[in-house]
């Protein structure tokens, strides 16, 4: 899963240090919200609201905006009723498969951009269930081991109960069973562990190797389909070049 590895670094990295904070907040601020439509609001007894608000410290958002977003979901605001939840999924150049997670408040409107935007850059939106099968659900860590052993913390994630660990310039992404998420990275933060994120992720079974000549455009409409307010994750089977990720990093 080496090119899912690389990719998630490189989307993070760019969500770190991107500067629409703005539309990043907006998207933590719906899935907080969507969290406590279906569990409520208190985190101890609502594990997505749970990961939603450290996902949303992990990312600076003010502890007040987090507060403001639960109680908006409480009062049942008109907002928070619209919202859908809804999985598309599609091919992209080089055959790429992509599964897109989206919170919607006009589901005809999100659908009709998307096609659009598959459809320009060289992919097309495809019909439920034709990628989601080469995907299944895990927890990820990804850990900054800049100043610390890789090799280390490895060893930490997999006596916490990791699954899989990756090691890759300085990170450590560490994949673990949706429902050792919150354990794992309890584990690692109490011993003292960077963490940068912690997720549930939909990681691909198998990867496929992208062709140089269409790898630029692949990325060109992963990162497009990031930006858009109305997606929450974008997930993809693809494998880069590592020529082309690091061009695209830069």
């Known amino acids: 899963m080496a090119g899912h590895s690389r990719w998630s670094q490189i989307k993070r990295h760019k969500a770190l240090m991107d500067a629409r904070r703005g539309q990043l907040f907006t998207k933590l601020v719906r899935e907080i919200m969507v969290a406590v439509r279906q569990g409520g609001g208190n985190p101890d007894t609502n594990p997505r609201l749970r990961l939603a608000i450290q996902k949303a410290k992990d990312n600076n958002m003010p502890a007040e905006n987090i507060e403001r977003a639960i109680k908006k979901a409480l009062g049942q605001d008109d907002e928070v009723k619209k919202l859908e939840e809804v999985f598309y999924e599609g091919y992209g150049p080089g055959g790429i498969a992509i599964l897109l997670h989206v919170l919607t408040d006009n589901r005809k409107r999100t659908s009709s951009l998307l096609r659009h935007l598959f459809t320009t850059n060289g992919g097309n939106l495809g019909e439920?269930?034709?990628?989601?099968?080469?995907?299944?659900?895990?927890?990820?860590?990804?850990?900054?081991?800049?100043?610390?052993?890789?090799?280390?913390?490895?060893?930490?994630?997999?006596?916490?109960?990791?699954?899989?660990?990756?090691?890759?310039?300085?990170?450590?992404?560490?994949?673990?069973?949706?429902?050792?998420?919150?354990?794992?990275?309890?584990?690692?933060?109490?011993?003292?562990?960077?963490?940068?994120?912690?997720?549930?992720?939909?990681?691909?079974?198998?990867?496929?190797?992208?062709?140089?000549?269409?790898?630029?455009?692949?990325?060109?409409?992963?990162?497009?389909?990031?930006?858009?307010?109305e997606v929450q994750q974008v997930f993809t089977n693809a494998e880069f070049p590592n020529k082309v990720l690091e061009s695209s990093s830069r």
């Open 128 to 229: 439920s269930g034709c990628v989601s099968w080469l995907f299944e659900q895990k927890g990820v860590i990804l850990v900054d081991a800049s100043d610390s052993d890789p090799e280390e913390v490895a060893l930490k994630a997999i006596d916490a109960g990791a699954e899989d660990v990756k090691l890759d310039e300085g990170s450590v992404e560490i994949h673990t069973k949706p429902e050792d998420l919150e354990k794992v990275r309890a584990e690692l933060a109490a011993q003292g562990v960077k963490i940068i994120s912690a997720e549930l992720s939909m990681l691909p079974k198998t990867t496929l190797q992208v062709e140089e000549k269409v790898a630029p455009q692949a990325l060109r409409l992963l990162e497009e389909l990031e930006k858009l307010e």
